[in-house]
């Protein structure tokens, strides 16, 4: 003789009835109204599981139009870019990487603008108005060190000592010049920026590891 399933709520009596759709079974009305209960809660949170999602998913969509966001993004991608450029730039030469503006070494490096993004938001995400910089004393303390302090050479002086004379001095040039030419950015521009960056960190870390590896 074919065993009756037992119910699902109290274990014990036999599971005379089905539960709707489910494979659950019950005793009777008792054990039933519990089960319908339990069916139903979990249906709910299912239910708010997948609003939560679509939600997640509608504020995706809308920061995907939120420039200021994108700026946030790309702006560390950028700057990350930029940082391992410059280092790469001097290995190559067989250099240590050096401030820009008071070229000191072994310094806790960032990317420092020239024009900064408050002049000239279009330079922002410009290779040529941006440098390896020290964070904490030339570009948080002093502004970028720019000019030069008594202990320092400043920015304008190091593109010319990092890049040459040629090179430094058509720099500050295009830097200049551009400066009054506004750019509205869009959220694709700044998006693709950032695309391009982290494929760029991803190739030049690599080459970098054998560098450091070196050292
Ligand atoms: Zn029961
Ligand atoms: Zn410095």
């Known amino acids: 003789m074919q065993r009756k399933p037992k119910c699902s709520i109290c274990k014990k009596a ?55 966001y994108q700026h946030n993004l790309t702006k560390v991608s950028f700057n990350r870019m930029r940082v391992l450029q410059c280092k790469l730039r001097f290995y190559e030469r067989n250099q240590e990487p050096e401030c820009i503006s008071c070229g000191r070494k072994k310094m806790d490096w960032c990317c420092g603008h020239f024009k900064t993004v408050g002049q000239a938001g279009q330079l922002r995400y410009d290779p040529k108005n941006t440098h390896l910089q020290c964070n904490k004393n030339c570009n948080m303390s002093l502004s970028g060190n720019i000019t030069g302090t008594k202990t320092s050479r400043g920015y304008i002086k190091g593109l010319i000592e990092v890049y040459g004379q040629t090179i430094g001095a058509a720099l500050y040039q295009y830097c200049n010049e551009k400066q009054y030419q506004k750019h509205k950015w869009t959220c694709d521009e700044v998006k693709n920026i950032r695309i391009e960056a982290n494929k760029e960190i991803r190739r030049i870390e690599a080459i970098l590891n054998t560098y450091e590896a070196t050292q």
């Open 14 to 68: 036999e599971g005379v009835y089905r539960a709707g759709e489910t494979l659950k079974r019950f005793c009777g009305a008792e054990c039933g109204a519990i089960l319908a209960l339990q069916i139903k809660a979990k249906r709910d949170a299912a239910k708010v599981k997948e609003t939560k999602k679509r939600y997640a998913k509608e504020k995706e969509a809308f920061r995907d139009n939120d420039l200021p």
